[in-house]
């Protein structure tokens, strides 16, 4: 047999509501009668508060809303339920509950004004995002919300938890009062195996020819590492003094070298060279004496890439 329609008009017993002018309210009796409450209008916000007896409608109490032309929903505290099937082409039934918390209810129309752009992109990058700085903001603006979801979606991805554990777990420089660092020769101090940090970042990069034909890179006078020759390779288009662009923390890892153009840093893409990260390597050990004897183990250098 055929499925029973389902009827878009209101039954007998039930009161078709029209909404409210364009920003104004109406009083409707809690009588405990049903009604078909209209749908809002696209830039439109309806709401159903309940006003107590001797209480006042600043401090009426949410019961359900509709906005811009969607079906009425459960608001909190109330969570009135709307039946937006029976009557679906006016509106949604919904039963204005009488009792002693009950005076009578207030069916309000609220337009809100129209956001700027800025307003607009803020409230996409709220949503999207972990928030808005001014930057995105800036960039947002221009886009519509399915431009601007496309770009992300395009974006290689990161991960949070990456980002996390570098907020977290960030490299301690100085003793806290909570924490402090090991001596370098206690036991169980780690040591990496890579000859460059994060915070080389910005640093002038030297060498210095050794007598068995390697060459020294030097940070601030120290020597970091050495490496033959053949291995230090950089794009033509940067010449010494060496500026340290970026440092990935493992070996084998891509550095961006740029120039130090008189105090003024070039690491743009037309004047970055690449260097294979590399080991913290010293031919010449005369200096290891001053040393404890220590046994290095590995502690899964495909993630850590350091010794304890």
Request: hydrophobic share 35%; aromatic share 6%; with cysteine.
């Amino acid at each position: 047999s055929a499925a029973p329609s389902v009827s878009s008009q209101p039954t007998p017993s039930i009161t078709l509501v029209p909404k409210p002018p364009s920003g104004q309210s109406v009083a409707l009796a809690a009588d405990g009668s049903e009604v078909v409450l209209e749908r809002s209008s696209p830039g439109e916000v309806l709401t159903l508060q309940r006003v107590s007896p001797g209480g006042t409608v600043s401090g009426a109490v949410p019961a359900g809303r509709s906005y811009d032309g969607r079906d009425w929903e459960a608001a909190p505290p109330l969570h009135f339920l709307f039946d937006c099937v029976t009557a679906s082409a006016q509106g949604c039934v919904v039963t204005l509950e009488s009792g002693v918390d009950a005076d009578h209810y207030i069916l309000k129309s609220t337009v809100p004004p129209a956001l700027t752009p800025e307003q607009d992109a803020a409230r996409l990058l709220t949503q999207g995002t972990f928030g808005p700085t001014s930057a995105t903001v800036d960039e947002a603006k221009v886009l519509s919300a399915e431009q601007w979801v496309q770009q992300q979606m395009n974006l290689p991805v990161t991960s949070h938890r990456e980002h996390y554990r570098r907020q977290t777990a960030a490299r301690l420089k100085h003793d806290s009062a909570l924490f402090g660092r090991a001596d370098p020769c206690a036991t169980g101090s780690r040591w990496n195996r890579h000859a460059f940090t994060e915070d080389d970042v910005g640093k002038v990069l030297s060498t210095r020819s050794l007598g068995n034909g390697n060459l020294a890179l030097t940070i601030d006078g120290h020597d970091r590492t050495e490496v033959d020759p053949v291995d230090f390779v950089v794009s033509p288009s940067v010449s010494a003094p060496y500026v340290i662009c970026f440092v990935p923390e493992y070996v084998g890892g891509s550095i961006s070298i740029g120039y130090d153009g008189g105090g003024d840093m070039k690491c743009d893409a037309m004047n970055v060279g690449a260097l294979s990260h590399p080991p913290v390597h010293f031919s010449d050990l005369t200096f290891a004496g001053r040393f404890p004897d220590a046994v290095l183990e590995e502690l899964i250098p495909e993630v850590l890439d350091t010794k304890v």
